[in-house]
T-cell receptor, first 113, second 117 residues
């Protein structure tokens, strides 16, 4: 069964600290993995997109890593800001042409001043 | 270049009523997917439209139906609303733009918040 599991379910950190979010998936084969940031009540916004051949992708203070062998990905946030408070969703796409998108349930991050 | 736009932003209905939500895809995109997102949960796939036809469907009852128009915009219709239909409904578009985007990269709209009383 194709699944995407994220951990932790929720996380609270202080402003300026770093954190790492985890995503484990069983989707196989897959074409790409994406991390989205979703503010409460808003649509998800793409942070990074990685194909199976990429190991790391950065977008400002966000760095995603991918290990296709262990089917694990992480999203590292550096020097967190209050505006980073949101849900972070990992999405794995099935093989190109199948148009299948498997969503994780997300990690809710709260950054405190 | 407008991204994915959805309307309305908020909607309040009562049980048993019918609702229509609308979505305009990102310019150049030809595929529209609809998702239901309950509070605190990840988005759940409802269905996807391509070339004015439903191409894939998730595990949703027939009360959920849709349509895609020749200009690629789409509607989501929900009949006989239940309290459990209260959620954020997200529309996502995808497609090849100038040959550079992978077809299965989705862009999301801001969503329509539906409350069923």
């Amino acid at each position: 069964k194709n699944q995407v599991e994220q951990s932790p379910q929720s996380l609270i950190i202080l402003e300026g600290k770093n954190c790492t979010l985890q995503c484990n998936y069983t989707v196989s084969p897959f074409s790409n993995l994406r991390w989205y940031k979703q503010d409460t009540g808003r649509g998800p916004v793409s942070l990074t997109i990685m194909t199976f051949s990429e190991n790391t992708k950065s977008n400002g203070r966000y760095t995603a890593t991918l290990d296709a062998d262990t089917k694990q990905s992480s999203l590292h946030i550096t020097a967190s800001q209050l505006s980073d408070s949101a849900s972070y969703i990992c999405v794995v796409s099935g093989p190109s042409g199948t148009y299948k998108y498997i969503f994780g349930t997300g990690t809710r991050l709260k950054v405190l001043a | 270049d407008a991204g994915v736009t959805q309307s309305p932003t908020h909607l309040i209905k009562t049980r048993g009523q019918q609702v229509t939500l609308r979505c305009s895809p990102k310019s150049g995109h030809d595929t529209v997917s609809w998702y239901q997102q309950a509070l605190g949960q990840g988005p759940q796939f409802i269905f996807q439209y391509y070339e004015e036809e439903e191409r894939q469907r998730g595990n949703f009852p027939d009360r959920f139906s849709g349509h895609q128009f020749p200009n690629y915009s789409s509607e989501l219709n929900v009949n006989a609303l239940l309290l459990g239909d209260s959620a954020l409904y997200l529309c996502a578009s995808s497609g090849v733009v100038e040959g550079r985007e992978a077809k299965n990269i989705q862009y999301f709209g801001a969503g329509t918040r539906l409350s069923v009383l």
